[in-house]
């Protein structure tokens, strides 16, 4: 069989950086087709992937006394419809059920998009008293929305997430509730996949649909293009008075609780390619690498050397780390290809003078650097240098998010950068949707991505209008 | 507030078995609803018994090579067409999309009530080679199927499940994985839900639509009658045939590939509770118990005792117990009733004398044997217990089900049994559908559960027509 360095396959990120992604999430096997138009298949390496992301967010969220539930994947129209907002965001995009079995169902039912309105239903029927309260609940689920044009991970009909939705019995609560979730996503999002992340609060033209408020983590892709990886949303009391979900509170009077809901989705894959990746392929950060390290024997027909590598592996896999061993019949160059195509933090070559001397030979993804390590004792320095590369992801990521992130104090300037400069743009605003509107249209679909909680006072005046400004905020395009 | 006892209010169950069984759903938590009809919501305590047998599951087939994937939720009419059989058997009871957003879709697309369309649609177009098998692929998902009666986890319009579908080079291959699952499932049930089953072959008539063989593993409820637990299915070449799913082999020609399925779902959540609970409510093996302890203190205002349970709980949960302690300001005599109805396995009581002796006190939820115990290795002994819990409900739901299982070797004999005896019977059986379709009809329900592995020669000739006998069989009414 002739062997092809995958290398050799996939576009530049520079010359094509859509075809970059295209065929990174092919060749490191992601995901696959069916001839079901705009759903993906996602295979088990990206599964595993996203295993990783729901064992550590699942881990996070109980933490904070939130419960697992699962609530109905179909919802009825007159359901949908009792919050009007949110019916108006969510109606033109779902998929209609119209008929179980050969019967013609009395009321269509819409795939759910996302699940306020359910569990809305549920909780008016389900909590009666301030003792029922708070209810901290999430689901792991699919969702359907029927998007027109689709991209792996990104932009799909049909996406896995999670959504939490928590009823209180004061305001207070639910907005500590809804800013506690956002920060657990951020910290989960630096920590766990070393992508840093900006917190914020969206405008009102870019908020949820029915929410009162929307704070939302933008992480900045190599691209230049800014990609929105978990939103929290706080309801006020608007669901619970469309829905009625009420209670009797200590002092004995009916009141109406006040609601959140906070969703992550498999999206986050498609964050880690893009803000990792490189030309070689996938570059996963250690932690939620489904494999680790992947042992790759050189000159493996040499007596001893296959034995060596398989114990090489006992050895890590024992001492808690995933790896994996390559003994395929292939060239030590077309695995090292492979297993950077597939984004592994780390490989660790040993081949038969490495063996005479009691060494092997540690590589790490992320900086190529040769790390020359005797087999006393590997397991620890495999688990350092995994530390290591965990740690210097996310500085690199850092690094680079602050290089292509500008300042606007003008029109002029602002409009310049966004027309030569990739990356997020700081800059004043009015607060007006007028400016956001105009600013998308001008500038090629430009979009405020949030109004950082760090706020800085860059200038006076907003940077479109020239009026008094009210705050600072992250501009950018968007995936 | 009055303090009612749950045992006061559920039916027993030798008076109504449908309605204890939903009263022990309802007062144990386990679900809840909304105005979707025929769906149900799977609230906390449900699903964490669901949480972690999709972790034991999960573990097991992973053990065997088993990776996870993900498939589309929806199929095209066409794609659900192409196996005769297979969607004679489903089309009648399922759920249609007919739109998306606002416009009509050129094909309408049906909600998986099973996935073998889309494993085989994928599989075609991913595998080329004999280097590419075998595939062993599963998801954990939900599926729709447009039921007319529906009872919370035995029968809805949407359950979770798992669903594991595989390919291989040869029938043999195929065939062994088929039973290696259904062994899996079996050893599942018995280990770890404390459920003994049956484990044999469905007939021609009862297997699954497109299956050259249907294999299930059969439990007997409380009750008498019996649950089909889980499934694994030999497809042989059928669906490689009518999706094209073929691979270049080592001889260099073209073959189709041999394909099986198999899946578990939260009907087991209904299985435990009809072959585990009484009339006090839930009753849980410890090994899938969310909670195995329930911490309760005694005069828990007396100085010193809510602090001495607090820490007794901290010692449970160290050693690796989920362990709880119910500090709400209610007698015990509530807490005992409520940890009963839930089903905690194990409650430990605790008070000022236990205190002072340096004891506490062990109550089984199994026997309500009570065992005082020294604090002094307390967590030593708890898990004893646990362990010897789980032991004994095996044991105990063994001898129930062997006590009801029947032998006949007449039609007088068959008829008296089916007509007054609940439970399993075991009788010899021609092989023809005309005898399976007859007893189905007379005697009001009763249906071939399986032809066991375990085959006895009972007699010479089939327990209905008289003709010569090929298979001993067993019969018994069903969920």
Redesign the interface.
């Known amino acids: 069989m002739a062997e092809k360095k995958f290398v050799e396959e996939i576009t530049s990120m520079e010359d094509d950086f859509a075809q970059w992604y295209t065929d990174v999430v092919k060749k490191a096997e992601l995901t696959?087709?069916?001839?079901?138009k705009g759903?993906?298949?996602?295979?088990?390496a990206g599964?595993?992937i996203?295993?990783n992301i729901q064992h550590e967010l699942d881990r996070r969220f109980k933490e904070t006394g939130v419960?697992?539930?699962?609530?109905?994947?179909?919802?009825?129209e007159s359901?949908l419809n009792k919050e009007k907002e949110h019916v108006e965001g969510f109606a033109?995009?779902?998929?209609?059920?119209?008929?179980?079995?050969?019967?013609q169902l009395e009321e269509?039912?819409c795939?759910r998009p996302t699940s306020e309105t359910?569990f809305s239903?549920?909780y008016a029927?389900?909590v009666h008293s301030y003792r029922d309260l708070p209810r901290l609940?999430n689901q792991w689920?699919?969702v359907?929305r029927?998007e027109k044009t689709t991209r792996p991970f990104l932009r799909s009909?049909?996406f896995?997430w999670q959504e939490g939705h928590t009823i209180h019995a004061t305001a207070k609560e639910a907005e500590d509730r809804t800013t506690q979730m956002l920060n657990l996503y951020a910290d989960f999002l630096e920590q766990f996949l070393a992508i840093p992340v900006v917190r914020g609060q969206k405008t009102e033209k870019e908020k949820f649909a029915g929410a009162v408020a929307t704070y939302t983590v933008e992480a900045l892709m190599h691209d230049g293009k800014a990609l929105q990886c978990g939103t929290s949303h706080n309801f006020g009391d608007g669901f619970a008075r469309a829905y009625g979900i009420q209670f009797v509170d200590k002092d004995n009077t009916q009141k109406y609780v006040y609601q959140t809901s906070w969703g992550m989705t498999t999206r986050l894959i498609g964050a880690i390619i893009m803000v990792h990746g490189d030309n070689s392929g996938l570059k996963l950060p250690p932690l939620v690498a489904p494999v680790q390290v992947m042992v790759i024997p050189v000159q493996q027909k040499k007596e001893g050397v296959l034995d060596k590598a398989e114990e090489l592996k006992r050895v890590l896999t024992s001492a808690g780390i995933r790896a994996r061993l390559d003994d395929a019949d292939k060239s030590p160059g077309w695995k090292f290809s492979d297993q950077e195509m597939r984004g592994i933090p780390v490989r660790v070559e040993i081949g038969p003078k490495d063996i005479e001397k009691g060494q092997c030979v540690i590589v790490r993804r992320d900086t190529r650097e040769k790390i020359v390590a005797p087999l006393e004792g590997i397991a620890d320095k495999v688990k350092e240098v995994l530390d290591q590369i965990q740690h210097d992801m996310y500085e690199n990521a850092r690094a680079r998010r602050d290089a292509m992130t500008y300042t606007a104090t003008t029109k002029e300037e602002f409009t310049e950068i966004a027309n030569t400069k990739p990356g997020f743009i700081k800059a004043m605003w009015c607060g007006d949707v007028a400016c956001e509107n105009a600013i998308k249209d001008e500038l090629g679909g430009v979009t405020s991505r949030c109004i950082p909680f760090r706020q800085e006072h860059l200038s006076d005046t907003c940077v479109w209008c020239g009026r008094p400004a009210k705050k600072m905020v992250y501009w950018g395009k968007a995936y």
Do not use: H
């Not at 419960?67 to 009825?76: F, Q, S």
């Open positions: 696959g087709y069916t001839q079901v759903f993906m298949v996602i295979k088990p599964y595993a996203w295993e419960e697992n539930v699962y609530l109905p994947c179909l919802i009825p359901l033109p995009e779902v998929a209609w059920v119209t008929y179980g079995g050969t019967q269509r039912m795939v359910l239903d549920f029927k389900d609940y689920c699919s359907v029927w009909r049909e896995l």
